[in-house]
């Protein structure tokens, strides 16, 4: 289906006289569910100058004006309809089309329900502000976007990647054990790699994290998404903590359990939210007393 990307752009008023009340009224504070409804009002209304003066720079100077306009012109879609459903972390976004490439830079993951052509379908597309208003992307070939089945310049996504968008980026934060009167700063790193059709998981700390014997950095063993499936447990090896199971549910509760960290066996339970972590943190040390800790993270 036609997903949507986007970037940031100058704002010009809209070919017809209501939806371009609707604009200039968001030209102050704009947002991308206002733009996303905004653009899915001309999508419907096949209100081509709208979707033409809101196309990212990097598309016209990519595809060309003169073929911009030619597919702009094609996409009436009475059916177009976009709602959000969760915004995700905010980074460069690289636009492909013709063989060449741009990077927009500031472009934030956002997770859509979009209907197209009477195609219904969960994907993620990229928002970026700038200058308080924002532009979108598509690849200005005809039948290369428009088909409901095929590509899109935000490229086809699982339901997997879509439901992990608002989750993914950088975040960076503190542990302390609370017993023992320690502690470090600590970065975790999530990404998808789309090529490979993982969720990669990197961290960074300082401190005895977890009982370990000296700051480090480590990335974790990637997990497929084909294989993920929603509630059930994720398993690996962390060559510094041992093996550990995460367990997690629909309100946010996740579960780490490492039986054989470095000082025993650790148990992180915590809530994550789209762009912060609240955890705590129980060990029970070999010799059998325990020891608590926190962990705070936000996303940068």
């Given at each position: 289906?036609?997903?949507?990307?986007?970037?940031?752009w100058?704002?010009s008023?809209?070919?017809?006289?209501?939806?371009?009340?609707a604009i200039?009224?968001?030209t102050s504070?704009?947002?991308?569910r206002?733009?996303?409804?905004?653009?899915a009002?001309?999508?419907?209304?096949?209100?081509?100058?709208?979707?033409f003066?809101?196309?990212?720079?990097?598309?016209?100077?990519?595809?060309g004006?003169a073929s911009?306009?030619?597919?702009?012109?094609?996409?009436?879609?009475?059916?177009?309809?976009?709602?959000?459903?969760?915004?995700?972390?905010?980074?460069?976004?690289?636009?492909?089309?013709?063989?060449?490439?741009?990077?927009?830079?500031?472009?934030?993951t956002?997770?859509?329900?979009?209907?197209?052509h009477?195609?219904?379908?969960?994907?993620?597309?990229?928002?970026?502000?700038?200058d308080?208003?924002?532009?979108?992307?598509?690849?200005?070939?005809?039948?290369?976007?428009?088909?409901p089945?095929?590509?899109s310049?935000?490229?086809?996504?699982?339901?997997?990647?879509?439901?992990?968008?608002?989750?993914?980026?950088?975040?960076?934060?503190?542990?302390a054990d609370?017993?023992f009167?320690?502690?470090?700063?600590?970065?975790?790193?999530?990404?998808?790699?789309k090529?490979?059709?993982?969720?990669?998981?990197?961290?960074?700390?300082?401190g005895?994290?977890f009982?370990?014997?000296?700051?480090?950095t480590?990335?974790?063993?990637?997990?497929?998404?084909?294989?993920?499936?929603f509630?059930?447990?994720?398993?690996?090896?962390?060559?510094?903590?041992?093996?550990?199971?995460?367990?997690?549910?629909?309100?946010?509760?996740?579960k780490?359990?490492?039986?054989s960290?470095?000082?025993?066996?650790?148990?992180?339970?915590?809530?994550?939210?789209?762009?912060?972590?609240?955890?705590?943190?129980?060990?029970?040390?070999?010799?059998?007393s325990?020891?608590?800790?926190t962990?705070?993270?936000?996303?940068?």
């Amino acid at each position: 289906m036609l997903s949507l990307v986007f970037g940031a752009w100058v704002v010009s008023s809209a070919s017809d006289p209501s939806l371009a009340g609707a604009i200039s009224k968001q030209t102050s504070a704009e947002t991308p569910r206002s733009f996303l409804a905004a653009l899915a009002g001309a999508l419907r209304k096949g209100d081509t100058r709208f979707l033409f003066d809101r196309l990212n720079p990097a598309v016209l100077y990519i595809d060309g004006s003169a073929s911009c306009h030619r597919y702009l012109s094609t996409l009436k879609d009475s059916t177009a309809h976009i709602e959000v459903l969760g915004i995700g972390s905010t980074g460069p976004y690289l636009y492909k089309s013709r063989g060449r490439s741009a990077t927009v830079a500031g472009t934030t993951t956002v997770s859509v329900l979009e209907t197209l052509h009477g195609v219904t379908g969960v994907t993620a597309v990229h928002v970026s502000k700038h200058d308080g208003h924002y532009t979108w992307f598509t690849w200005c070939v005809a039948g290369k976007a428009s088909a409901p089945s095929s590509a899109s310049a935000s490229g086809v996504v699982s339901l997997e990647e879509a439901a992990l968008a608002p989750y993914l980026g950088t975040y960076s934060g503190t542990w302390a054990d609370t017993r023992f009167n320690v502690g470090g700063s600590i970065t975790v790193v999530v990404a998808i790699d789309k090529p490979n059709q993982t969720l990669d998981i990197s961290l960074t700390f300082t401190g005895p994290l977890f009982g370990a014997p000296a700051p480090g950095t480590e990335s974790l063993p990637p997990i497929s998404l084909a294989n993920m499936t929603f509630g059930s447990p994720i398993t690996g090896t962390s060559a510094i903590f041992g093996p550990y199971t995460v367990t997690y549910n629909a309100s946010g509760t996740i579960k780490v359990t490492m039986p054989s960290c470095p000082p025993g066996s650790c148990t992180l339970t915590g809530t994550l939210q789209p762009g912060k972590f609240t955890g705590t943190v129980a060990v029970v040390l070999h010799d059998g007393s325990t020891s608590q800790g926190t962990v705070n993270l936000t996303r940068e």
